[in-house]
């Protein structure tokens, strides 16, 4: 994806976004885009409240001026606009390429209308040729870890710099593949049952919208327009 089609996908994307709302900023190269373009509408009279998914977001929206609030303080959020690192004909997705998977599903799950930008290559038939981030206690690692091997996963613990990853909530990523994947929700229960994993990279029923985008325009697909492929 070019940056110029990475700006029109997030143009497009906080089209979604009024005065009034409260917005969960996503993290990322492509969610960049959309936050510097939110706060420019800042400046210009926009009034919103926002939500960071990871502390890199919020010191880009502090940068920015853009007005925070403790996701504790509310109830819903109207509109959040993030990347993905996969997504399928069912809007299914793999993220946390960033590691800020916790907080991002987390958003997500009290989001109104979750607004996903990616471009083209990121659409699969299967999701998992990229692998699933899950964030891990360190404590449970291997544990994990055995247990993952137990579903056909194989993890590699995230390193960075010649060290450890470590997420903004102090715990580790596995980055597991368990091969293309046939049953994506099926998998994420599985997940969620192991003990000492805090959370996984498969969103499922979260994207309400994917913007692709496309040359020098976008293409809008939405969550129920199941179909063996698009045209993006």
Known sequence: MSETEKINAALKAVSFVKTGQIVGLGTGSTAYFAIKEIGKMVQEGLQIRAIPTSEATRQLAEELQIPLVDINNVQTIDVTIDGADEFNSRLQLIKGGGGA?????????????????????????????????????????????RKLSALNGVATLRVKNGSTYITDQENYILDVSFGLIDDPASLAKELDHITGIVEHGLFINLADYVIVGKGDGTAVIKAGEERSGFNV
């Open 101 to 145: 998977l916790l907080r991002e599903k987390i958003v997500a799950s009290i989001t109104k209308t979750q607004i996903i930008i990616a471009d083209a290559s990121k659409l699969v038939e299967k999701l998992g040729a990229f692998k699933v981030p899950i964030e891990v206690i360190p404590f449970a690692a291997n544990v994990v870890i």
